[in-house]
């Protein structure tokens, strides 16, 4: 069963859970996952958390607690998600002890409400590494404009960063400099830069459901025979833009003093499309220095089903480039596709948070009644 999964490890891609509760937990399935499906980190986001929220009693007793001591809701939140995250790191320590840190890695983003403020975001990241209180954990935050100085701020301070929304090349670019800055700063700041890790989330499957509806708009048999290749050629171009970013000379003088590399993080690998592989995401993704961060629906299709065939990736940027010209060539506005993606990811985080904030108010309010 596991076969496939152990074949993905061996060509160097970290497997990471896109997902965590109270119940994955407290139940040992995450230790089960790690033992038998080779997974060796987690992320998390407030999506993530909402559903975890709104769907478990596990969280029951944690609330009367907070109701029972009048916990501000904001408060209560952090304090939620903190001692799930926390738990989830300790799960992790073999895995990171025995990956020198690289992986055993745990994610826990900052509200994204503050997507679009730089020094808000900042304090947070910090705020929540210091709560967690964990060396393998990694502060998300997403990879807006506004986010780029946050990102080399709180990497400035030691603190590990997996830097989140990703969706064009170009950005990616940006996103691998503010984290050279970081750790330029970081050094300066006396830190051992050794010791702080990053990723870099590339999103993949939305890359595709968005193109695609324009593909399907435009409606030439040149543009449907576009569809479904648009976000495997966009990853295999930033995985080209990560070797060229670590050929540099700037990457190099930071390697020599004990940098390690910001891994490309193909995220959102779950297929949204039926008619696709449920692996597609996986099987056309696979080169070493990478992560894949899936469901578990989607790990338990790469162990059934995945045909995996090595590296597909290496060598693959010629033609990778040449999708995205036939993708202009027919109509598609890539920049406008990029612009819409980040704008869509933050609202339907900041949409996620909302539904947190209400599912945890609601919590709270009948924790309270029911002491009362």
């Known amino acids: 069963m596991t076969d496939k999964l152990a074949q993905l490890s061996d060509a160097g891609v970290s497997i990471w859970l896109d997902d965590v509760s109270r119940r994955r937990l407290t139940s040992g399935n995450l230790a089960g996952l790690i033992r038998d499906k080779h997974v060796v980190g987690v992320t998390s986001n407030p999506t993530i958390f909402a559903k975890a929220l709104s769907e478990a009693a596990d969280y029951d007793e944690q609330v009367r607690e907070l109701a029972a001591r009048d916990a501000s809701l904001e408060s209560a939140i952090k304090e939620i998600t903190t001692t799930d995250i926390r738990n989830a790191c300790d799960v992790f320590r073999d895995v990171f002890q025995a990956t020198g840190g690289t992986d055993g890695r745990v994610s826990i983003e900052v509200d994204p409400r503050s997507a679009h403020d730089t020094d808000k975001t900042a304090a947070e990241a910090l705020d929540l590494w210091k709560t967690v209180d964990r060396p393998?954990?990694?502060?998300?935050?997403?990879?807006?404009?506004?986010?780029?100085?946050?990102?080399?701020?709180?990497?400035?301070?030691?603190?590990?960063?997996?830097?989140?929304?990703?969706?064009?090349?170009?950005?990616?670019?940006a996103v691998m400099e503010a984290y050279a800055s970081g750790l330029e700063q970081a050094k300066a700041n006396g830190h051992d830069i050794a010791k702080i890790?990053?990723?870099?989330?590339?999103?993949?499957?939305?890359?595709?459901?968005?193109?695609?509806?324009?593909?399907?708009?435009?409606?030439?048999?040149?543009?449907?025979?576009?569809?479904?290749?648009?976000?495997?050629?966009?990853?295999?171009?930033?995985?080209?833009?990560?070797?060229?970013?670590?050929?540099?000379?700037?990457?190099?003088?930071?390697?020599?003093?004990?940098?390690?590399?910001q891994r490309p993080l193909w995220a959102s690998t779950g297929v949204k499309n039926p008619d696709y592989s449920p692996t597609l995401y996986?099987?056309?993704?696979?080169?070493?220095?990478?992560?894949?961060?899936?469901?578990?629906?989607?790990?338990?299709?790469?162990?059934?089903?995945?045909?995996?065939?090595?590296?597909?990736?290496?060598?693959?940027?010629?033609?990778?480039?040449?999708?995205?010209?036939?993708?202009?060539?027919?109509?598609?506005?890539?920049?406008?596709?990029?612009?819409?993606?980040?704008?869509?990811?933050?609202?339907?985080?900041?949409?996620?948070?909302?539904?947190?904030?209400?599912?945890?108010?609601?919590?709270?309010?009948?924790?309270?009644?029911?002491?009362?």
């Not at 393998?136 to 030691?158: C, F, R, V």
């Not at 993606?341 to 996620?352: A, H, I, P, W």
């Open 197 to 261: 890790i990053s990723v870099a989330s590339f999103f993949v499957s939305r890359v595709d459901t968005e193109i695609d509806k324009r593909l399907e708009a435009i409606g030439t048999d040149q543009a449907l025979a576009l569809r479904g290749k648009a976000a495997v050629a966009n990853a295999r171009l930033a995985y080209a833009a990560f070797q060229e970013f670590c050929a540099s000379d700037r990457w190099q003088a930071l390697a020599a003093d004990g940098a390690r590399p």
């Open 136 to 173: 393998n954990l990694l502060i998300k935050i997403p990879a807006t404009q506004d986010g780029l100085p946050a990102i080399t701020s709180t990497l400035a301070e030691g603190v590990s960063v997996n830097v989140t929304l990703i969706f064009s090349v170009e950005r990616y670019r």
């Open 282 to 372: 996986v099987d056309e993704l696979v080169v070493a220095d990478t992560v894949n961060t899936m469901p578990e629906s989607t790990l338990d299709a790469v162990a059934e089903h995945s045909q995996l065939r090595g590296d597909t990736v290496t060598g693959t940027a010629e033609e990778a480039q040449r999708v995205f010209d036939q993708l202009t060539e027919v109509g598609v506005n890539l920049t406008d596709v990029f612009l819409v993606l980040e704008n869509d990811g933050v609202d339907k985080f900041e949409k996620s948070w909302e539904e947190l904030l209400e599912s945890v108010r609601g919590q709270l309010k009948a924790a309270t009644s029911a002491g009362s």
